[in-house]
């Protein structure tokens, strides 16, 4: 009798396991080649407006975006209750701001 079958270690699985996981690789490389350079574009213009943002409030500059955000709190405020509540936080961390 032949152990290996007992113990699911058979050579030829592996080897199409092995087979499949490079077709699924090249698969992936193909289907994403074409959307690498919009990728890491995306990827640098969010790198450079991160660091815009974080060099001028260490600069002592105004944020720019804080004025266009404001546009954005009543949906903020609606979500606002929630979120505190998953960081474990049973009231308001804000003092000027009740919510519960």
Do not use: K
């Not at 152990?3 to 050579?11: E, F, S």
């Not at 992936?28 to 991160?50: C, H, K, M, Q, T």
């Amino acid at each position: 009798m032949n152990d290996d079958h007992g113990q699911g270690h058979d050579p030829r699985r592996e080897r199409i396991r092995a087979w499949l996981s490079q077709a699924r690789f090249f698969a992936e490389e193909v289907y994403s080649a074409r959307y690498r350079g919009a990728i890491a574009r995306a990827r640098r213009d969010e790198d450079d407006l991160f660091m815009l943002l974080v060099f001028s409030e260490m600069m002592g500059v105004p944020n720019p975006a804080a004025y266009y955000t404001l546009e954005l709190q009543p949906l903020l405020l609606e979500r606002f209750h929630d979120w505190h509540r998953r960081m474990g936080m049973e009231h308001s961390p804000l003092d000027h701001f009740r919510c519960c």
